[in-house]
């Protein structure tokens, strides 16, 4: 099968918990800061956006082209956020059916619905990293 896994980390003067992922995903201040993604078993790739992203911004440093023409199944943790920011915030549209949610996938499997806790219930190795939230509260 051929996957792409992804992961937005974006920035908005809306309030995500008090507005909720549509409001979010549709607020004109809503800028995506990189997106990590990776295809199949391949290393974790980052798409670093310009700083202040608008549309002539988005030309200049667009969109990798194997992210925006992807056919297969896209997977992420919460998809419907990924699938928002694509579609309002980056202009991309894809298949509604291409997204496959792990958070979801989680729940439906009696597992805690956050990613850190689904790796620490399954008892990985590799934990979540924190730094990164605060790595990203910092840039916003």
């Not at 409001?23 to 956006?49: G, H, K, R, S």
């Not at 023409?69 to 928002?84: M, P, S, T, V, Y």
């Not at 958070?103 to 990985?124: E, I, K, W, Y």
């Amino acid at each position: 099968m051929n996957i792409m896994w992804i992961d937005f980390e974006t920035r908005s003067a809306c309030d995500l918990k008090v507005h909720g992922v549509y409001n979010y995903a549709m607020d004109p201040t809503t800028e995506v800061l990189c997106i990590c993604y990776a295809f199949d078993d391949d290393p974790v790739e980052t798409w670093v956006a310009t700083h202040n992203p608008s549309i002539n911004d988005l030309l200049r440093n667009p969109v990798p082209d194997r992210v925006r023409d992807f056919k297969g199944q896209i997977r992420a943790h919460n998809a419907a956020f990924e699938r928002l920011i694509f579609k309002h915030v980056l202009g991309l549209e894809f298949d509604d059916e291409q997204f496959y949610c792990t958070a979801t996938q989680a729940r439906a499997n009696c597992m805690p619905g956050s990613l850190g806790d689904v790796g620490r219930f399954c008892g990985v190795d590799q934990k979540k990293d924190y730094r990164g939230t605060q790595l990203i509260r910092w840039l916003c």
